[in-house]
């Protein structure tokens, strides 16, 4: 009589199967990376992937001397904990009011 979980275990035994993992390539075929996430622009706290309450925001840039958009654009992610604690508004006004003070 044959034991039954050693035939199961010797079928199907995992050094029998090829397993590759699952790779992104870019156009030249070099690996990527399958998810990159997301820093909170105020709070330095990673945004997880799950965090439905998070948005991201493309400030424009404008010419200070004619006040037209000059077609570039600064972006800020805000997490869910910042804007559940209602200091969304306050934190995009910072963000933006140093990024103007830097140039």
């Known amino acids: 009589a044959?034991?039954?979980?050693?035939?199961?275990?010797?079928?199907?035994?995992?050094?029998?199967?090829?397993?590759?993992?699952?790779r992104m390539q870019n156009d030249q075929g070099q690996p990527v990376d399958l998810y990159i996430p997301r820093k909170c622009s105020w709070t330095n706290r990673l945004i997880g992937a799950s965090d439905q309450a998070s948005v991201q925001i493309n400030v424009g840039t404008i010419d200070p001397n004619t006040g037209l958009h000059t077609g570039g654009s600064e972006t800020y992610a805000l997490s869910g904990y910042v804007r559940n604690k209602g200091e969304s508004?306050?934190?995009?006004?910072?963000?933006?009011?140093?990024?103007?003070?830097a140039q």
């Open 2 to 22: 044959i034991n039954q979980q050693s035939v199961l275990l010797t079928c199907c035994s995992p050094s029998r199967f090829k397993t590759q993992k699952a």
């Open 89 to 101: 508004d306050m934190a995009l006004t910072e963000l933006v009011r140093k990024a103007d003070e």
